[in-house]
T-cell receptor, first 111, second 115 residues
C-alpha cells in the first residue's frame, strides 16, 4: 500500500526566504503527484500536478520536482511572503485516479 | 463560474442519527470522491465514483453510504454505524478516473460535529 510522508510537519521562516517542502512515497509506480495548499478550515487548492513522465512543473514562484526512482517530490516556493502561510499537502495518484495523501507541512512565514 | 459546492458548511449530529452531506459540481467531471480529514492527519478516501450509477469503497467506507444518480451530484450519508464521525469532510472531482494528467479539484468542505 502506498504510504506518503511529509517532513517536516511544521516550518517557520522569515519573509523573503525560499521554502523547501519534502514529500516521499513508498511505491514508485505512481501516475501523477499533486501538491495542494490548505488554509485553516478551508478546502484544498491545487497548486501543481506533475505527471509521471515529467521531472518538474513550474507556476510563478512555485516549482515542484519529481524523482520517481527515489520516491521523492520537492516543492520550492521562492521569496516567501506572509500570504504563503498555510498547510501544504502532497498526494500520490494511482492509475485509478485515487489519491494517497501525506499529513502535510504547516508553514508560517513571519513578516 | 465552474466549481464544486458542498453544503452545509457546518453540521451537527446527535448520537444515532443519519445525516447527509451534499456535493455538487458543474465542471462536467466524470469522477467524484469523498475524503475525511482529522486534525493533524492527511485526507483519507471514503468512497469514489468513476461514472454515474457506479461507486467503489475507499479505505474507510464503514459507516458511510453514497449514491451517484446524476453526474453532478455525489451525496454522502454518515450513518449511525460510524462510531467516530466528527471530522472535516471534503468532496473532490476530476475530469475522468484515469490518473493521467487529471488534477483533482476540491470543494470547501463540511465540518461535522457529533453532539
Amino acid at each position: 500500500k502506498q504510504e506518503v510522508t511529509q517532513i517536516p510537519a511544521a516550518l517557520s521562516v522569515p519573509e523573503g526566504e525560499n521554502l523547501v517542502l519534502n514529500c516521499s512515497f513508498t511505491d514508485s509506480a505512481i501516475y501523477n503527484l499533486q501538491w495542494f495548499r490548505q488554509d485553516p478550515g478551508k478546502g484544498l487548492t491545487s497548486l501543481l500536478l506533475i505527471q509521471s513522465s515529467q521531472r518538474e512543473q513550474t507556476s510563478g514562484r512555485l516549482n515542484a520536482s519529481l524523482d520517481k526512482s527515489s520516491g521523492r517530490s520537492t516543492l520550492y516556493i521562492a521569496a516567501s511572503q506572509p500570504g504563503d502561510s498555510a498547510t501544504y499537502l502532497c498526494a500520490a495518484i494511482d492509475s485509478w485516479g485515487k489519491l494517497q495523501f501525506g499529513a502535510g507541512t504547516q508553514v508560517v512565514v513571519t513578516p | 463560474d465552474g466549481g464544486i459546492t458542498q453544503s452545509p458548511k457546518y453540521l451537527f449530529r446527535k448520537e444515532g442519527q443519519n445525516v447527509t452531506l451534499s456535493c455538487e459540481q458543474n465542471l462536467n467531471h466524470d469522477a467524484m470522491y469523498w475524503y475525511r480529514q482529522d486534525p493533524g492527519q492527511g485526507l483519507r478516501l471514503i468512497y469514489y465514483s468513476q461514472i454515474v450509477n457506479d461507486f467503489q469503497k475507499g479505505d474507510i467506507a464503514e459507516g458511510y453510504s453514497v449514491s451517484r444518480e446524476k453526474k453532478e451530484s455525489f451525496p454522502l450519508t454518515v450513518t449511525s454505524a460510524q462510531k467516530n464521525p466528527t471530522a472535516f469532510y471534503l468532496c473532490a472531482s476530476t475530469r475522468s478516473w484515469s490518473g493521467r494528467g487529471n488534477e483533482q479539484f476540491f470543494g470547501p468542505g463540511t465540518r461535522l460535529t457529533v453532539l
